[in-house]
T-cell receptor
Framework: GAVVSQHPSRVICKSGTSVKIECRSL??????MFWYRQFPKKSLMLMAT?????????EQGVEKDKFLINHASLTLSTLTVTSAHPEDSSFYIC???????????FGPGTRLTVT | AQSVTQLDSQVPVFEEAPVELRCNYS??????LFWYVQYPNQGLQLLLK??????LVKGINGFEAEFNKSQTSFHLRKPSVHISDTAEYFC???????????????FGSGTRLQVQP
């Protein structure tokens, strides 16, 4: 149990376009989802925390207008990178948490390459 | 604020040798501690966790870690590594549920374990 999926696993987009990444909890209800960004050979940096049905809370330094997060249902959160630039290229990982408990379940990640 | 320090960015070790990956943390309140493993181009998999109770915790794949409150450490150990253990390992902390601190995990910078034949 407790499986989190991400789609797509890899995406290449042109500079200036927008790309949407989906994060789904497959067998549980995720009241909270987290979005992380991982640079090569670096740790995971929390971008934002989203609770179902409410606005996401962004970490300091993360542009909320550039990284749009929607958590409209208990099983789906989306991250949209708007007007992507090459510096947005990264590995994006989501995790999901149920209402009760502490454990986060991680998705397999999405490799975004902006050309 | 919480922080996690993994002093070793890379740890090379020969197959069947023991290994210890170091993790130190700082926090003004009690924390939960975790170790995750990440294989190339994959997400994170939980190895083990410390919530309370016994300070020695055992995880999957033969790994174990010991919580040392006085030294604020949570080092990961394995008595005999395999080639398949080659991966990136992350130590992480978070506040216990119910605390006013943030619920998200704070990660260390990671340690690359390279097992050589």
């Amino acid at each position: 149990g407790a499986v989190v999926s991400q789609h797509p696993s890899r995406v290449i987009c042109k500079s200036g376009t927008s790309v949407k990444i989906e994060c789904r909890s497959l067998d549980f209800q995720a009241t909270t989802m987290f979005w992380y960004r991982q640079f090569p050979k670096k740790s995971l940096m929390l971008m934002a925390t989203s609770n179902e049905g409410s606005k996401a809370t962004y970490e300091q330094g993360v542009e909320k207008d550039k990284f749009l997060i929607n958590h409209a249902s208990l099983t789906l959160s989306t991250l949209t990178v708007t007007s992507a630039h090459p510096e947005d290229s990264s590995f994006y990982i989501c995790s999901a948490k149920q209402w009760v408990g502490y454990e986060q379940y991680f998705g397999p990640g999405t490799r975004l390459t902006v050309t | 604020a919480q922080s996690v320090t993994q002093l070793d960015s890379q740890v090379p070790v020969f197959e069947e040798a023991p290994v210890e990956l170091r993790c130190n943390y700082s926090s003004s309140v009690s924390v939960y501690l975790f170790w995750y493993v990440q294989y190339p181009n994959q997400g994170l998999q939980l190895l083990l966790k410390y919530l309370s109770g016994s300070t020695l915790v055992k995880g999957i794949n033969g790994f174990e870690a010991e919580f040392n409150k006085s030294q604020t450490s949570f080092h990961l150990r394995k008595p005999s590594v395999h080639i398949s253990d080659t991966a990136e390992y992350f130590c992480a902390v978070r506040n216990p549920p119910g605390d006013t601190g943030r619920r998200a995990l704070t990660f260390g910078s990671g340690t690359r374990l390279q097992v050589q034949p």
